[in-house]
Nanobody, 115 residues
């Protein structure tokens, strides 16, 4: 089993910045993908950014140039700059084991961007 604990959400004005953190513990395979997803009210959960255990990154078009994902072993970070009201959502940390196709989710952290 894997446990994911997120922190760093909050309320910020448009144009501001926030940094999310997620620490993974438990039975973690060396080859994995960690990432951030978000879900706004009335919308489906969407990928924001992912990073593999080897450091390859992928971003949603809507956040490219504004958000940066990074990781230190089993902790993943999401630096969010130039935040917009459309970024308001619950942000979920994810860990994916490629060998077993297992997906693990954090409890979610609220990010609210006021205009």
């Amino acid at each position: 089993q894997v446990q994911l604990v997120e922190s760093g959400g909050g309320l910020v004005q448009a144009g501001g910045s926030l940094r999310l953190s997620c620490s993974a513990s438990g039975s973690i395979f060396s080859v994995n993908v960690m990432g951030w997803y978000r879900q706004a009210p009335g919308k489906q959960r969407e990928m924001v950014a992912t990073i593999t255990s080897s450091g390859s990154t992928n971003y949603a078009d809507s956040v490219k140039g504004r958000f940066t994902i990074s990781r230190a072993k089993n902790t993943v970070y999401l630096q969010m700059n130039s935040l917009k009201p459309d970024d308001t959502a619950v942000y979920y940390c994810n860990l994916y084991h490629r060998q077993t196709s297992e997906n693990y989710w954090g409890q979610g952290t609220q990010v609210t961007v006021s205009s």
